[in-house]
Structure formats: C-alpha cells, structure tokens
C-alpha cells in the first residue's frame, strides 16, 4: 500500500446541509476530494456552489454533517479552527488584496503574522512565489496600480504563502476581462500539473475540461453529477446537466 492508498481524502464532507432562512442551499452533499485532485464544481448561479467552497474552511457556517480536512474534522471555530484554515488556501472572485500594502507586503503578511516566517524568509519566498506567477516585476506596486489579471495572480501568490495543503479557487476569473482570464489561468494550470489539491468553481469550461481530474455538477443544492471532464462534457447523465451545457456551449 502507497501512502497515498492509505491517505486520508484532502477534503470529506458527509451529509453537509446548509439553510439560508427557509432556502436549503447545500442538500445533503457528500463528497471526497483526495489529495492531488483537481475537481471542478459547475452549475448554474445559485446552484450552492460557492457555499459549497465557502463551507469548507467554515467561512459559512453549516447546519449539519461533517467536514475533514486532510482526516481532521474542521473545528467549528477558535484557535484550531485558524490553523486548519492556514492549511486551506483561497482565492475569491474579488482580490481581497490589502490596499495600503504592496504586493510583496500582501504576500508576506501571512506567513509572517500566522506561521511566524522571520521576515527575510517571507520576502525571499514571496519573491519566489511572484516570480512564479509571473509577477515579480510588480512586487513593490501597490493593488491600484495592478491590472485585474495581475491582483488576481497576486492573491494565487498570496495564499501559496502559507503552504496550504489544499486550495480553493471561488470563480476567480469571473470579475476579470476576457483578456486576464487566460492569464490566472494558466498559472491554475500549472499549479494543478504540478499537484495541488484543488477545488474550483468556476464558469470556464476550457479549464474544467482540460485541468480537472472530477467535474461535480451541482443544481439546486444537490450534487447531481460526478464524473470525468469527458464523461460529463461528451456523455451528461441528467437532464439538468444536458440543459446546462447546452445553454453554455452553444454561446
């Protein structure tokens, strides 16, 4: 047996409910992700998807179920609840970046603060971490003066800072321009190629079917599908999933 045999799923959630008032937004949703996987979560607006990302690393309370990560039960709040959360990085559809803080700052902020990173180490590996995402040239600009494309790369760089063992990406091209997708993109992809556990909503359907190892289709608070990029793009099960795809790429 190979340890990743043995290994824990990265993310478990078992019978995971979510209400809004009266509005059941996450029905029953039991899902794996094991570490090294990269699964896309698809569905129409307002199928739960981003509840789904937001609840696991308890930025959305849950009503009922569980939730694990890397064979820890994520705590419902306090200190153990913070680091476990260090292990989750997250990128949101907005950059979240600190205004008043260059680039470089922004990327060092965590590791300094939370996992207690002398700061020359966290200003070598945040260099380190731009350079990978292409951005290196901008470390000492502040967010403004940043294209959308280029924040939202820094936030990628930002939350690699921590090491997390797994990241969730919560539509993180959906307030860019066309011309800035590709560009986060593309440093995904790489990410994904070289390992990363990842979950991902997102609306880009190049990336889900050439990045993803799952594609999880959702409607309505449900999991309605989970299967292969192939089998989900050339072979839909459900009607809903049918619909969905026929509305997208027939655009």
């Not at 045999?5 to 959630?13: E, K, L, Q």
């Not at 569980?66 to 476990?84: F, N, Q, T, V, W």
């Amino acid at each position: 047996m190979t340890e990743a045999n043995t290994a824990p799923p990265m993310i478990r959630m078992v019978e995971v409910d979510k209400y809004f008032g009266q509005l059941h937004v996450l029905k029953n949703i039991n899902i794996e992700v094991p570490r090294g996987q990269v699964v896309v979560v698809l569905g129409p607006s307002g199928s739960g998807k981003s509840t789904l990302c937001r609840a696991i690393n308890r930025l959305e309370p849950i009503n009922s179920g569980s939730i694990e990560i890397d064979g820890k039960p994520l705590p419902a709040e306090g200190r153990e609840l913070a680091s476990l959360r260090a292990d989750v990085g997250m990128v949101f559809q907005s950059f979240n970046l600190f205004a008043h803080k260059t680039i470089v700052d922004n990327v060092m902020l965590g590791p300094v603060k939370v996992r207690k990173t002398p700061k020359a180490d966290a200003r070598r590996t945040a260099m380190e971490l731009l350079e990978r995402v292409g951005i290196a040239n901008q470390a000492d600009k502040y967010p403004a003066q940043l294209s959308g494309g280029q924040q939202q790369r820094a936030a990628i760089a930002r939350a690699l800072a921590m090491r997390p063992k797994v990241m969730l990406f919560d539509e993180p091209t959906s307030a860019l321009d066309p011309e800035m997708i590709n560009e986060v993109l593309d440093v995904m992809s790489t990410l994904a190629e070289e390992g990363m556990t990842m979950l991902v909503v997102t609306h880009e359907m190049g990336f889900a079917r050439n990045a993803a190892n799952r594609v999880v289709f959702m409607s309505d608070g449900d999991i309605v599908e989970d299967s292969t990029p192939q089998d989900f793009f050339t072979a839909p099960k459900s009607a809903r999933a049918k619909d969905f795809l026929s509305k997208i790429l027939t655009h």
